[in-house]
Every structure is written in C-alpha cells, then in structure tokens.
C-alpha cells in the first residue's frame, strides 16, 4: 500500500478483554516496529521485526504483551487481560530505512 | 542500551525567531540521529535526519547539528512559522545501528503569531 495502515483506528474495551491491533507496513520494508504513546507522552519502544523474526522484545511492558509477524507482511500486536494503564496510542511503523509511522490504534481500556 | 535525553520539554517563540531542541545520547556507536514532527492527532513524520559521518545537514529553514565526541546533536529551526507548532522528538538507534529507534521525550513548540 501507499502508507503504513494500522487497524482499528479506535477500540474502546473493557478491563480484562483481550485487544488485537495490527500493522500493515508499507509493501517490501523488512523492518517493523511497534511503539505506545499514552496522551501527552513520548514513543515508547515495544517490539521490532526484522522480517518475521524479533530481535528485540525489551520493550514489551509485560507478559500480557505479545507480537507476531508473517513474513515481511502483516503484523499483530496482542494485549491479553488488558488494564486501564494499557490505554494509548500505538503506532506501527515501518522502514527500509526511514521509518514510516501508521496513524495508530487509540486504545481505551474502561 | 541506549538513552535519549532531549530538552526542552516545552518551548514558545515568536514568529520569525528561531527554536533550538537539543537531544544527547548514551551509546557512542550510534551512527544516525533523525527528528520527527508530530501535529496534534496525527502521526510522527520525519523532517530531517543526520548520520554521523557529517557534522550538519540544512534543510530549509531546519538544520541539524551533530557532535560525536559530546554525543549530543541539535534541531535548529529558523524564521519560525506557526504551523511549525508541533511536538518534536529526537531519536537514535537503541541497538547502536540503524535498528530499533530510541525516543527523546519530546520537545512541545509553540509559535506564537
């Protein structure tokens, strides 16, 4: 595709659910990233793919957080039994060099 | 791994002056330093970025300056516009390449007309 699209762009749930966000990146980028921004704050590193492999986990925040990828295709990002704090934006971005940032998934845990 | 501190949190010019959003970094390996701009709602987009083999690069009115040995490097904006009111972040690598990005906390800029 044109751009970096990431689906849904709003998901509103309640405490407890499980959330699956995902990542279409930008048709042959290798590398893909996912980052969390909560209102008013910086990006917070999570995970990356580099093909459908994951150099680096570090960032994700706990064991409830987990990512897959296909190939050098889609990706998703799970957030079981989710918390309040899990609210924020999370952005997926991809590169075969710069990186290109999707508009993000707003997340709201009630 | 690395660290990425960028100052200031916030910062408010007149139109026309210029702004100056200063990052350093902790891993001397790093080896490339973009700047990201943020309007509120929208996604982070990249404005210019310098790799460590040169130690400024102009773009317009935005240039971006690097000094390895201080490890630090800095967005320089000119004749400030108010649509370049924005939230700024600087990056660097968190695994010394070009690999994971790092980012600073974010530098608010408001231009005031």
């Known amino acids: 595709g044109a751009g970096v699209s990431q689906s849904p762009s709003n998901k509103v749930t309640e405490k407890g659910k499980d959330v699956e966000l995902r990542c279409d990146p930008i048709?042959?980028?290798?590398?893909l990233y996912w980052y969390r921004q909560r209102l008013g704050q910086g990006l917070e590193f999570l995970i990356y793919?580099?093909?459908?492999?994951?150099?680096?986990k570090s960032g994700l925040p706990s064991d409830r957080f987990s990512a897959e990828r296909t190939g050098e295709s889609v990706s998703t990002l799970t957030i079981q039994r989710t918390q309040q704090e899990d609210s924020a934006v999370y952005l997926c971005?991809?590169?075969?060099?710069?990186?290109?940032f999707g508009e993000g998934s707003r997340l709201t845990v009630l | 791994g690395e660290n990425v501190e960028q100052h200031p949190s916030t910062l408010s010019v007149q139109e026309g002056d210029s702004a100056v959003i200063k990052c350093t970094y902790s891993d001397s390996a790093s080896n490339y330093f973009p700047w990201y701009k943020q309007e509120l709602g929208k996604r982070p987009q990249l404005i210019i970025d310098i790799r460590s083999n040169v130690g400024e690069k102009k773009d317009q009115r935005i240039a971006v300056t690097l000094n390895k040995t201080a490890k630090h490097f800095s967005l320089h904006i000119t004749e400030t516009q108010p649509e370049d009111s924005a939230v700024y972040f600087c990056a660097a690598p968190g695994g010394g390449s070009q690999g994971n990005l790092i980012f600073g906390k974010g530098t608010k800029l408001s231009v005031k007309p």
């Open positions: 793919f580099q093909g459908n492999s994951a150099p680096d």
């Open positions: 048709s042959g980028h290798t590398a």
């Open positions: 971005a991809s590169s075969a060099g710069e990186l290109f």
